[in-house]
């Protein structure tokens, strides 16, 4: 899809969202809700090319597959996450939108500790 497409998409859900908050606002939440779950799908396909291609470089440079495939998941993590919030957000539970990025933030230190500790160990074999 055009990234014209996917924003007309977005504005048209505002607008629509705007309308019902005043009368039926669990309606004007699912629209949202709904159209950032289309807006998010939408974008998948052309994520995969740019994996792809990442994938593709990180074989010509011989990084290492598991350091890449980490950070692919520290990527995939921090869009999800941001997503979650923003969904938490529009329904006003700012609380809870907090905890959900906090819980993100911990999930992608998690993830990072194998990659830190390869760069460490690097540096230290490194020196005299």
Not at 93 to 115: C, N, R
Request: glycine share 10%.
């Amino acid at each position: 899809m055009q990234i014209l497409q996917l924003v007309g998409i977005g504005l048209t859900a505002t607008v629509i969202v705007v309308v019902l908050r005043e009368r039926m606002p669990q309606f004007a939440m699912m629209v949202g809700l709904m159209a950032g779950i289309v807006l998010f799908l939408a974008v998948l396909g052309p994520m995969q090319d740019v994996v792809r291609a990442i994938t593709d470089l990180a074989q010509a440079a011989r990084v290492d597959q598991g350091f890449l495939g980490t950070v692919l998941k520290i990527i995939g993590i921090a869009y999800i996450v941001e997503f979650a919030a923003q969904v938490a957000r529009d329904a006003h539970e700012g609380a809870l939108a907090g905890k959900i990025e906090l819980v993100g933030k911990v999930g992608i230190v998690v993830l990072a500790v194998p990659i830190i500790t390869g760069v460490v160990e690097s540096v230290v074999h490194l020196l005299p």
